[in-house]
């Protein structure tokens, strides 16, 4: 009686593993920089402003509020293909703002970056589909 047991525990956790990455976001939800534009130059420290329409904002973590997700600040890289259905990582090129934050001022060196906002789900994964800023380059002077 065990192992009937056992293998259902094991197809209901591959199950939830599987659905991880597919959080669903709604038709045309869109997260943006609010105020700041490609090819813009600015000084350091950057004011970063998150746009979102569609959907809501809503702490890591937290997964019973449905359209919701928390924002991803990716500098000077990109999250694209299998990166998608993952948990964004946390490093100095992919800035979390878990707790719900919907602005930032940061540090960035003289030169050009690229900038691109994503919203993810609880867990730090993308929605499908994948709700994420157009990518704009900006100099800092």
Do not use: C
């Not at 192992?3 to 991880?20: D, F, Q, R």
Request: net charge negative; no cysteine.
């Amino acid at each position: 009686m065990r192992i009937p047991v056992i293998a259902a525990a094991s197809v209901i956790l591959a199950a939830s593993a599987a659905l991880a990455g597919e959080t669903p976001s709604p038709p045309g939800a869109k997260v943006y920089f609010i105020g700041l534009e490609d090819g813009q130059t600015v000084a350091s420290p950057v004011t970063i402003r998150f746009g979102l329409s569609g959907m809501g904002v809503a702490p890591a973590g937290v997964d019973d509020k449905p359209k919701t997700g928390h924002h991803h600040l990716i500098i000077n890289e990109a999250i694209e293909g299998e990166e998608l259905n993952e948990p964004i990582p946390a490093d100095d090129q992919h800035i979390h703002f878990g707790g719900g934050q919907t602005e930032t001022t940061i540090e960035l060196p003289a030169g050009t970056h690229v900038l691109q906002l994503v919203l993810a789900d609880w867990s730090h994964i993308p929605h499908n589909p994948p709700v994420m800023s157009e990518r704009i380059t900006i100099t800092v002077k």
